[in-house]
């Protein structure tokens, strides 16, 4: 196919998403436009089949931005981008020795969706925080910042970003704070939250371990000076 662009391409993507690239072999950006399509799918039918507090959130705001988005851009790379590669340019290669960063990064994205399931699929449930639970706007707040610190987590990591560490110990130092208040001053069964909270230690020893991943590459010229 000749080009840049590639009217055709763009065409296509505009009715079928992913088509475009797939014709000219994009077949990495082919996939991250379909997973993102299917991502968010299932957030419209968490606004659609759960009455839940994110409903009109999702339905009106949330979704229909994200599909947007993601739909004009990957026109514009089909139109536009003549070789293959990562439709987000900006995440670091495996190569910078991160990948176990980004894959944790990957996990936090995917517990953002189980929160915003058990939210939707459970809106009576009250999230305990300090032993004790908040109602009415309050309580929809509290229960709203767990899939946002998730998403925060998770792009900060697959970035790997400081910022995203820095997010990561202000939730694992409120989490085992919060899950510890809740061992001490609630009722049992305590078997969810010891291991939420031994799980997060874990976690934590080993991202403190990791930290210098976090830390930004020296430019090319700082490098070649240290070579020599």
Same mark, same amino acid.
């Given at each position: 196919?000749?080009?840049p662009?590639?009217?055709?391409? /763009?065409?296509?993507s505009?009715?079928?998403?992913?088509?475009? @690239? +797939?014709?000219?072999?994009?077949? $990495?950006?082919t996939?991250?436009?379909?997973?993102?399509?299917?991502? !968010? +799918?299932?957030?419209?039918?968490f606004g659609?089949?759960?009455d839940?507090?994110f409903?009109? +959130?999702l339905l009106y705001v949330?979704?229909?931005?994200?599909?947007?988005?993601?739909?004009?851009?990957?026109i514009y790379?089909?139109?536009? %981008?003549? $070789?293959?590669?990562?439709?987000?340019?900006?995440?670091?290669?495996? +190569?910078?020795?991160?990948?176990?960063?980004?894959?944790?990064?990957?996990?936090?994205?995917?517990?953002?969706y189980?929160?915003?399931?058990?939210? @939707?699929?459970?809106?009576?449930?009250?999230?305990? !925080?300090?032993g004790?639970?908040?109602?009415g706007v309050?309580g929809?707040?509290?229960?709203? @910042? %767990?899939p946002?610190f998730?998403?925060?987590?998770?792009?900060?990591f697959?970035?790997?970003?400081?910022? #995203?560490?820095? *997010?990561y110990?202000?939730? *694992? #130092?409120?989490?085992?704070?919060?899950?510890?208040?809740?061992? /001490?001053?609630?009722?049992g069964?305590?078997?969810?939250?010891? !291991?939420?909270?031994l799980?997060?230690?874990v976690?934590?020893?080993?991202?403190?371990?990791?930290?210098? *991943?976090?830390?930004?590459?020296?430019?090319? %010229?700082?490098? %070649?000076?240290?070579s020599?």
């Open positions: 196919m000749s080009g662009p590639y009217p055709t391409a /763009a065409i296509l505009a009715f079928l998403p992913g088509v475009g @690239q +797939a014709i000219k072999g994009h077949w $990495t950006k996939a991250e436009i379909l997973i993102l399509g299917l991502l !968010i +799918a299932v957030a419209w039918y659609i089949r759960f839940g507090p409903t009109p +959130a949330i979704v229909p931005v994200a599909a947007v988005l993601w739909w004009g851009y990957q790379d089909a139109y536009a %981008s003549p $070789t293959d590669g990562s439709l987000f340019p900006v995440l670091p290669l495996p +190569a910078r020795g991160s990948l176990d960063i980004q894959a944790i990064g990957l996990l936090f994205l995917l517990t953002a189980t929160d915003l399931y058990i939210i @939707q699929a459970r809106p009576e449930y009250s999230l305990k !925080i300090l004790t639970t908040f109602p309050w929809i707040l509290f229960k709203a @910042q %767990s946002i998730h998403v925060m987590i998770g792009v900060g697959l970035m790997v970003k400081r910022w #995203g560490l820095l *997010a110990l202000l939730y *694992a #130092g409120f989490g085992i704070v919060n899950a510890a208040v809740n061992l /001490a001053v609630l009722p069964p305590h078997r969810i939250r010891i !291991i939420f909270m799980s997060l230690v976690f934590t020893t080993y991202i403190l371990w990791r930290r210098k *991943a976090f830390m930004p590459l020296p430019c090319h %010229s700082e490098r %070649s000076e240290e020599h």
